[in-house]
């Protein structure tokens, strides 16, 4: 499966994103999915994950209350809604997709792009 990542910007303090992922070549109901972010000069983290048919999902306790994960298996997309952004959220936003939705880089064969985020103070 190919991924596509878009929705990436510069916006200030407290302001939202919506970050998309589109999938091509597979269909998406058989991945597990997930967005991990990558700040200069740290390592690619844990963000959100969604099960396969979007009934659980896990966040990292940053993102917690802010960030929500959803998809759209019909439309072959995966979403990150972000709200309350805070400068420390700035990063390169990496979507991917695995047999199961876990918080391990590892898990995850199919890797989008990525799309940048900055958020000012």
């Known amino acids: 499966v190919q991924l596509q990542a878009s929705g990436g910007g510069l916006v200030q303090a407290g302001g939202s994103l919506r970050l998309s992922c589109a999938a091509s070549g597979r269909t998406l109901s058989a991945y597990g999915m997930a967005w991990f972010r990558q700040a200069p000069g740290k390592e690619r983290e844990f963000v959100a994950a969604i099960a396969r048919r979007g009934g659980s999902t896990i966040y990292h306790d940053s993102v917690k209350g802010r960030f929500t994960i959803s998809r759209d298996n019909a439309k072959n997309m995966v979403y990150l809604q972000m709200n309350s952004l805070k400068p420390e959220d700035t990063a390169v936003y990496y979507c991917?997709?695995?047999?199961?939705?876990?918080?391990?880089?590892?898990?995850?064969?199919?890797w989008g792009q990525g799309t940048q985020v900055t958020v000012s103070s």
């Open positions: 991917a997709g695995g047999t199961v939705a876990t918080a391990l880089k590892l898990d995850y064969s199919y």
